[in-house]
DNA sequence: GGCGATATCCAAAGCGCTTTGAAAAGTGAG
DNA sequence: CTCACTTTTCAAAGCGCTTTGGATATCGCC
């Protein structure tokens, strides 16, 4: 069933169809509810690629993964995000694309995805330190917003992000109120930029208490459970193990407190852990009192943000670029205590 | 750039410039050559939706999210699974689209997916027993691949899955074989077909044998982290506790773990461990020796597997439907060991 | 030198929609 | 009953591509 088919069968031309499905006024309150009948008789719904080429709209948002680091797609952060996103975008009647590219290519998948029109606007996630996507999507003149931002870019562009610096920051004077003087960092990948971020604010926090900082005690990776249960074990076998962990993710915390208690000690009066959480759906901190002590900052919520953003800049130009930072809240679990004596 | 004004650029009609491009014979080689490069310098795509309506294909699988459980959209399996589904559609240049849905209106949405012609065809993932996805898009006549099968449905359909009830008879007498009797099964959700399977799977092995079967020993629900740890703290408080636990996913078997640690239990030694193991990117099983003892089949290549099916048939709906059973491999971890004497 | 076959290119139609500009129908005042 | 307006409908152009059905140029061969 298409319009000219449905217009016939109508009696009427495709141009009053049209406007009467659309909402137009200029059509008969009658007629057009004699068309939307019809067209729900006949289950009839327009052409996407039709009307997009008619109306110059994709009513896409295109999210471009790397497919460098098979993570990427899979990592948990990544899927709670577009989940945001994506109910954001089921609001508005925009659907999501996902294109996977390999290593390298990033730069002619966002010209072609310009060039074929395939998307209204473009989402970018896991920034890195001076990320070259933000140029180039200014250059191609395609909206975008960042999940996230990116220290060394100048030029201006739209983003949503925690505050990763206050909160880490944060995190680390709550642990020197408890005593803690040796706390180890179990960081994301050190070009990420969150993660310099979070290191930034972390060493901030030391400095303004005049603890001297020990790069043994400052780790950075993929932020998998095994990375957390890695160095943690290598940090309580050295000299003056930490009293205290802040890691960057979860699913690191997890591995973190399996070292831990392979060791035979105890979280939270032992060693202490301040995790930064997600708000993961399928990762929950515990039931009513978390597990860990943790900065929180929903990342379903920045996608849904995120998204909303973006379809506001595509629907009117003007207002590019916005920004919006999200302030984490530390919440307190089991995992943190004094630091114990000796 | 488009075709029209490339085509006047270079002195040709948009026909030649067309046929060049798409590597139809009709064209001199050396015209060929010339339109390449100049498509190249002037960074020339078709635009897409101009290219799909005159083609009438969208390029496009469409993957439907039910917004019911947020988890969907974030499980690790879903995730593992779509991303060897994006391998194989970037390697035959079709894009995915995501479109997230309320509760219950999987229906409209896939007869809009179909009425737009929005997509060239659909994965189902995740079936339920029964699932009324089958027979809706066997009647709306949209391809589709389901990851999984449904038990109950008659009709013919495209599907790739695991064995899964071999998979779990056959971890059911490794450990019937080890000595233990007691065996502890936490499985995924009932109305899921996999967990069907595999609980059939389980009471096959048992009933081989003679074990009877106790209720208070089989579990299901969502396999999360803590679902693992809440059930297996309940069965170790039993009068008789199990000796071992067959679990459907590594992330509740962490859970698992977790509870058996706490218990002050050793895992392997006090009591045994079989996990189902999606080989999931981020959740590696151990480095060379597997932590768990499993049953192992990779999510992410019945992804491509999948993938590649459904292109196959978008190409030739000749051969449709198509099967394909995967077997799991059974690998041997440090979680298994020899029922206790007692 | 002419003829059929082949290689090369082109004009125009068509995909299914939106939207412009105009026509037809209806309305109320004089 | 007319005229000026508003309301309602329509024909046709256009979005950017593919593809059909020719047209034109080239070639081998007798």
Redesign the interface.
Known sequence: ?NLKTLAQELGLSQTTVSRALNGYPEVNEATRQRVQQAAARY????????K??ATGR?M?IGHV?P?ST??E????V???F??GA??A??RHNF????????DGNDESTY??LK????VDGVIIQGPLVNDARIPLLNALDLPFVVHGRSSGIDEPYSWVDVNNKRSFQRATEFLLDLGHTRIGLINGLEHMDFAQRRRDGYLAALKARGIPTDPALMRSNEM???FGHHQTRHMLQLDAPPTAILTSSM?SA?GVRRAI?EAGLKMGRDISIITHDDE?????NG?DVPIFTATRSSV?KAGEIAAEMLLSQINEPANVPQTRLLEAELVVGRSTGPAPQG
């Open positions: 069933m289950n009839y719904r327009p052409n996407s690629r039709a997009g080429l994709a896409m993964i497919a098979r993570h797609m899979v990592n948990p990544f899927g709670d577009v989940g994506s109910d975008y089921a659907d999501m694309m996902f294109t996977r590219v390999a010209r072609e060039a074929k029109r395939a998998t459970e095994v699913i997890i208690e993961l759906s399928y990762l929950k039931q379903w």
